[in-house]
């Protein structure tokens, strides 16, 4: 066992260019109670001969396993407590380990805490104050686009973002890890579902800032290859999660979530790529290790079930705000 609480581990591919800044502030951090585990995913930009030339501990993937598959090596590595995911394209505030620590161990129920994402290059404005779900099946970053000044206030969330967010180790033995057959975009919010039906909480820690340039591997927003992913997970996310019973409930819900979002995609072009995840998904959910429903948890369905619906009202009410801002 090491004698630090936390590992941060750092899902690295083609990242060079932000690793520098990334591993600068932690080294600046006023808590040092860590070690800093990078996990390159096949890089070929010069991340792995910088990274050796650094001294950085790194492990080193022969190819691209995807952000869940390199989190996951590093979550099996690390021998501490708790264990922080932080992307490259990131820069940490001075109190920002020691507030996500402290956050963490507040309660042995917690198993993740988010951190408070502000925009690297528009340090005005919200990336995520913990990420939401919705009765659509629409995951969204709270906060998103609004004022870096306003989420000062701790508060359960549905999930972490794990471009930075810390989590108890050992709940992973009871869980599972990161699912790998989603390969990138939404296993954050599958792994904190998983948690919650087991009755864990998820918190959001303001006073865990950190800069984050946001979309720094991908290369985009929007992309067809993120695009068709996401889209692939959402319907993975719901079949996993969601008993029978649940998904029946929810259904016309979702299915109205999948036609406005395959109309939005199709005006910006990518609607041919959103209906080819989606029917990926729907083709393949039969692969997934659907989470066994168990009766004796119904609280802890209920409770999500409220979290969908409450998750719902807040992003039309954030939605309203960002298009009010807009028309001013």
């Known amino acids: 066992m090491s004698g630090k609480q936390v590992t941060i581990i750092i899902p690295n591919y083609n990242g060079l260019q932000f690793m520098g800044t990334c591993i600068d502030a932690l080294e600046r951090q006023n808590c040092q109670d860590f070690e800093i585990l990078v996990v390159d995913n096949g890089s070929t930009d010069g991340s792995v001969e910088w990274l050796k030339a650094q001294g950085i501990p790194a492990v080193f993937l022969p190819e691209n396993t995807g952000f869940s598959g390199a989190v996951n090596t590093g979550i099996r590595a690390a021998k501490t407590p708790f264990v922080l995911l932080l992307n490259n394209d990131t820069e940490a505030a001075p109190d920002f380990v020691g ?3 402290a956050a963490v161990r507040r309660s042995k129920r ?7 994402m502000v925009q690297m290059y528009h340090r005005e404005l919200m990336d995520d104050a913990g990420d939401m779900y919705t009765l659509m099946g629409w995951a969204y970053q709270r906060g ?3 004022s870096s000044r306003g989420y000062n206030r ?22 599972g890890l990161f699912d790998e057959m989603h390969f990138a975009y939404l296993e954050d919010i599958d792994v904190c579902y998983r948690a919650k039906l087991r009755g864990y909480h998820v918190r959001y820690c303001p006073e865990a800032v950190v800069y984050h340039v946001g979309s720094g591997t991908s290369g985009s927003k929007y992309n067809p290859f993120k695009v068709r992913l996401a889209a692939r997970n959402n319907v993975y996310l719901n079949y996993k999660n ?3 019973g649940q998904l029946a409930v929810n259904f016309p819900m979702i299915a109205a979530g999948i036609a406005v979002k395959y109309l939005f995609f199709r005006k910006i072009g990518f609607g041919k790529e959103y209906l080819e995840g ?12 659907k989470v066994p429903y168990a009766p004796d948890r119904l609280g802890n369905y209920l409770s ?12 039309v009410y954030e ?10």
């Open 144 to 146: 998103v686009g609004r």
């Open 278 to 289: 989606v029917k990926e998904g729907l083709l393949t959910m039969g692969k997934c290790r």
């Open 242 to 244: 969601m008993p029978l």
């Open 110 to 116: 917690i198993f993740a805490v988010s951190s408070k």
């Open 99 to 101: 507030a996500l620590l």
């Open 154 to 175: 701790p508060m359960e969330v549905f999930s972490a973002c794990a471009g930075a967010a810390i989590y108890r180790r050992e709940v992973f033995d009871e869980i």
């Open 304 to 315: 999500v079930q409220w979290e969908l619906i409450a998750g719902t009202f807040l992003y």
């Open 319 to 328: 939605f309203s705000m960002r298009q009010l801002k807009k028309l001013r």
